[in-house]
């Protein structure tokens, strides 16, 4: 396992931008699946976005399509997430993630496929 510890979240005002970043800790972050959750209140977690390995695929959520980034560093271990254009249904605890399973293309990224969490950001957009 990896611990992660995420940082950047905080209020912005609709349409705004944050940056969300995830530090890991352990000699294997770079054969590990990372990806972004988020959950508010009164709701499930969800996947907002993946990145493989390399960070040469990703995926992300339909709702953030087109508004938020992910990528990663392996030389530092860590993971980001670039949020644009963002939207008061945005507001929510994010969460950083590893997963020690394969990418798989195929696939959708489910919250049980990883295995190490940090502890969450809360982001808030205001309208």
């Known amino acids: 396992q990896v611990q992660l510890v995420e940082s950047g979240g905080g209020l912005v005002q609709a349409g705004g931008s944050l940056r969300l970043s995830c530090a890991a800790s352990?000699?294997?972050?770079?054969?590990?699946?990372m990806g972004w959750f988020r959950q508010a209140p009164g709701k499930e977690r969800e996947i907002v976005a993946g990145?493989?390995?390399?960070?040469?695929?990703?995926k992300y959520a339909n709702s953030v399509k087109g508004r938020f980034t992910i990528s990663r560093d392996n030389a530092k271990n860590t993971v980001t997430l670039q949020m644009n254009s963002l939207k008061p249904e945005d507001t929510a605890v994010y969460y950083c993630?590893?997963?020690?399973?394969?990418?798989?293309?195929?696939?959708?990224?489910?919250?049980?496929?990883?295995?190490?969490w940090g502890r969450g950001t809360q982001v808030t957009v205001s309208s």
């Open positions: 993630a590893a997963s020690a399973s394969a990418w798989d293309h195929t696939a959708p990224l489910l919250v049980t496929d990883f295995d190490s």
């Open positions: 352990g000699r294997t972050f770079s054969r590990h699946v």
């Open positions: 990145i493989s390995w390399s960070g040469l695929a990703t």
